[in-house]
């Protein structure tokens, strides 16, 4: 609990506390409370007025800091999901692609979601531990000064919960962080249901295989670990119960046979102030089944933090900018090697040694599976060489520098990512603009541009890429890369795509650097480079 309660402090230290103290006030208030009912009973109706004062206080006292501590706990709890989710997609977006994809996106979206949500739901759970806290502490100091020997045997059944208590939470730990790790596995199978929806309903047997035996493992076991944790809990939580049981047992019937000057008064505000306790215990011991799984997760979390951090440490605004007149971008001797998917071998890209110009339009041409996705990413500084240097004039490409170096690049990949609001991107006239190039990409009949936002994006897959098109356009950077974009294409855009577009690019002073497969407008390029297993089959002018 420590450990949690010192990690959300780091997130909102004044939240934290400010809820904590809150709290504290509620259960020293509830418990004055108490103290005043049992005066009262005590003098048999000839009470004197202080005693009602102090209960009409504090009786509103009580709701008012209730009220207060909810309002705090709703707030802290808001402001670490906020922060949590922020720094996450934060070093998300500056940790290096080929890192990412390593990682997978299963892990990163089950530490935005359901790992945040679990130490959001803790952080309303710790102040109100500390109410619990000052409930139990107070009224057992009222019980001490009431009856001392009482005290007693309640300090030997706190010490005995403590430690079940204990070993409940170690065995909790256990199967719970195991059912934590299977959710890495089924939000990478609940994306390919969603992703993958039209291959599943198109290939029943594959469906069949995903709804018998992939989905239902991963279910199994998320649910026979959580169930297992559930008994655990259930098992110490019910010893704690008959701990209470006991002790209140023998308050009831065995202490008056060994104190004779008890009253039934006495025994009836000894039982009042244990029952009061006890509710205190209870909903601590209740709360374990909140605070374990977010104990979990603050691990998830704080490990995946870490990695993000080692895999993003670069700073990536120290270096020189390289000019956007710039004169050659270059690849000298560059590698990057990968584990190819569904073989069991690594694929070894390069070395590579091309160069691009201004204002040049190349095409870049290969079988599938030959490298050419990989060398776009290299290009752009998506990937990192493993050996080699792209450089941009007399300047290296590295660390330091590699984010000012993706500025000069405009690019529409094959699994492009499409953006519904382009209000950051700060251009001056942009609606003027965009509208101009949505009559060019013939979608101003089914998109329109307002505030930024665009209308619609529930469009064609080539509808979609155009769309696509507009944000590279609308950002005017010297070099654009186009990876398989008129794949998607009908015929007439595709022409217009290969005929219009790209020399007009090129009249506007602009570098182009297009994947393509389609040989009967290869007559377009400047230039066109072969990649064929990694290597430069071919690198030649294109003869018109």
């Given at each position: 609990m ?8 780091r ?7 400010g809820s904590?103290?809150?709290a ?15 005066s009262?009973?005590?003098h048999?109706?000839?009470?004197p ?9 504090l ?6 800091s ?12 808001q ?15 500056i940790?290096p ?5 390593q990682?997978?996106s299963g892990k ?6 359901s790992?945040?949500k ?8 710790l ?9 139990m ?5 009222y019980l ?13 059944a706190?010490v005995?919960g403590y430690?079940?208590l204990r070993?409940?939470n170690h065995?909790l730990?256990?199967f ?5 790790a ?16 039209k ?9 069949q295989?995903f ?9 199994q076991?998320?649910k026979n ?19 209470f049981y006991t ?5 009831v ?5 060994f104190?004779d000057s008890m009253?039934?008064l006495d ?7 244990m ?8 909903r601590?011991?209740?709360?374990m089944n ?13 490990e ?5 951090m ?12 390289p ?23 690594t ?17 870049i041409?290969?079988g ?10 290299l ?8 050996a080699?240097a ?9 660390g330091?520098?590699r984010?000012h ?11 492009f ?12 006239a ?5 509208l101009?190039?949505l009559?060019?990409?013939?979608l101003?009949?089914?998109v329109k ?7 619609t994006?529930a ?7 155009r769309?696509a098109?507009l ?7 010297p070099?654009?890369l186009?990876?398989?974009?008129a ?6 855009f595709?022409r ?7 020399p007009?690019?090129?009249s ?11 040989d009967?407008?290869?007559h ?12 430069v089959?071919?690198d030649k002018?294109c003869?018109?």
């Open positions: 420590f450990k949690l309660f010192g990690f959300l402090f997130y909102a230290p004044r939240l934290v506390i904590a103290l809150v504290v006030l509620n259960g020293a208030a509830a418990t004055g409370i108490l103290m005043f009912i049992n009262a009973v005590e048999n109706g000839d009470w007025l202080w005693i009602l004062a102090g209960f009409i206080a009786s509103l006292l009580t709701p008012a209730r009220m207060a501590s909810h309002l705090l706990l709703a707030n802290l709890a402001t670490i999901v906020y922060d949590m989710r922020a720094h996450i997609c934060k070093h998300i977006l940790t692609l080929r890192k990412l994809e990682l997978g990163l979206l089950a530490s935005l979601t790992d945040v679990a130490i959001s739901a803790a952080s309303t759970t102040p109100f531990l500390s109410m619990q806290l000052t409930l502490g107070s009224a057992f100091c001490t000064w009431l009856y001392w020997k009482a005290s007693v045997a309640m300090s030997l706190f005995l430690f079940l070993r409940m065995k730990d256990f719970f962080g195991r059912a934590r299977v959710e890495d596995t089924l939000f990478h199978h609940f994306g390919g249901a969603i992703n993958g929806v291959e599943y309903k198109i290939y029943r047997n594959q469906r295989f709804l018998d035996e992939e989905l239902p493992e991963a279910l076991a998320s670990d959580t169930m297992s944790a559930t008994t655990h809990y259930s098992f110490n939580n019910n010893l704690i119960y008959l701990l002790c209140l047992g023998l308050l019937f065995l202490l008056p046979y104190d009253s039934p025994l009836s505000k000894y039982v009042m102030v029952l009061y306790m006890w509710a205190s215990v209870d601590l011991a209740t709360s909140v605070l374990i799984p977010a104990q979990v997760a603050m691990k998830k979390v704080e995946l933090g870490a990695r993000l080692e895999m993003g440490s670069g700073r990536e605004d120290l270096g020189r900018q000019s956007p007149d710039w004169k050659s971008v270059a690849l000298v001797g560059v590698t990057h090697s990968y584990h190819r998917e569904k073989e069991d071998e694929f070894t890209l390069g070395p590579i040694d091309i160069h691009f110009l201004p204002k040049q339009i190349t095409f041409v290969g599938n599976g030959s490298g050419k996705t990989t060398l776009a990413k290009i752009v500084g998506l990937y990192e060489p493993e080699g792209v450089r941009v004039d007399d300047q290296d490409v590295d330091t520098n984010d170096y993706r500025q000069l690049f405009s690019a529409v990949f094959s699994d990512y499409l953006f519904d609001n382009i209000k950051g991107l700060h251009i001056e942009m609606e003027d603009q965009a101009a190039y009559e060019k990409l013939h101003n009949h089914k541009v307002k505030d930024g936002r665009i209308s994006t469009l064609s897959q080539g509808q979609r890429k769309l098109l944000t590279a356009y609308l950002q005017d950077r070099i654009y186009f990876d398989e974009w794949a998607d294409q009908d015929p007439l595709k217009i795509f290969y005929e219009n577009l790209l007009e690019l090129k506007r002073g602009k570098t182009v650097i297009a994947i393509t497969h389609d009967h407008f290869f377009m390029a400047d230039r066109i480079i072969k990649i064929d297993n990694g290597t089959e071919y002018p003869l018109s």
